[in-house]
């Protein structure tokens, strides 16, 4: 065993040894841990307890870029009734959004406006518009080209929900990033 390896082992099975000191592991159970074979990189310990390699720490900025890449799973944005600011309770996935964008060009994304089905038709079409058009201005604001992105209004013509509750019309009244 090279001099790198014994020490992230040491290392792990440093704070595991002082912790297993205080477990009630029977010997029986003990024996059967200790018997089994790892792969090479696993140190027993003795106590029952198998330890692998320590995971590299990241740094701030790969910690950010895998948030940020977390975030992006979120594509919907949800605005309050008869509103089409954006809130702040969805910045941070817009920043997300946005970031990738600013760093990917050649990406274009689709944002879709929708409303709840309370109003005419007409209004709700227009609402969906000023939502949809909320978030693009959300993220030119960052550095988004607006070749990268277009928009669609779509009111109250295809809802996520059907159940007429006001938990389903807040469903409804969303914008949705397409990529």
């Known amino acids: 065993m090279d001099l790198n390896k014994l020490f992230k082992a040491m290392l792990v099975a440093l704070p595991i040894m002082a912790i297993s000191a205080c477990s009630s592991t029977s010997e029986s159970e003990t024996d059967a841990t200790s018997s089994t074979s790892g792969s090479g990189s696993e140190l027993s310990t003795g106590s029952g ?3 692998g390699g320590v995971a590299p720490l990241l740094t701030p900025e790969e910690q950010q870029r895998l948030k ?3 975030l992006r799973k979120e594509h919907i944005i949800y605005f309050d009734f008869d509103r089409s600011s954006v809130s702040a309770q969805f910045e941070e996935v817009l920043q ?4 990738y ?5 050649n990406v274009r994304v689709m944002i879709e406006g929708h409303a709840d089905e309370r109003g005419t038709p007409e209004y709700n079409i227009a609402l969906g518009e000023r939502r949809a058009k909320a978030v693009a201005k959300y993220l030119q604001g960052m550095g988004v080209l607006p070749s990268q992105m277009s928009i669609v209004s779509y009111g109250e013509e295809k809802p996520l929900d059907m159940t007429r509750t006001d938990d389903g019309f807040g469903i409804n009244r969303r ?3 397409v990529y």
């Open 49 to 51: 307890v198998e330890t």
């Open 175 to 177: 914008a949705v990033l």
């Open 101 to 105: 964008l600013v760093e990917h060009p």
């Open 96 to 99: 997300a959004h946005g970031n």
């Open 68 to 70: 940020y890449q977390e």
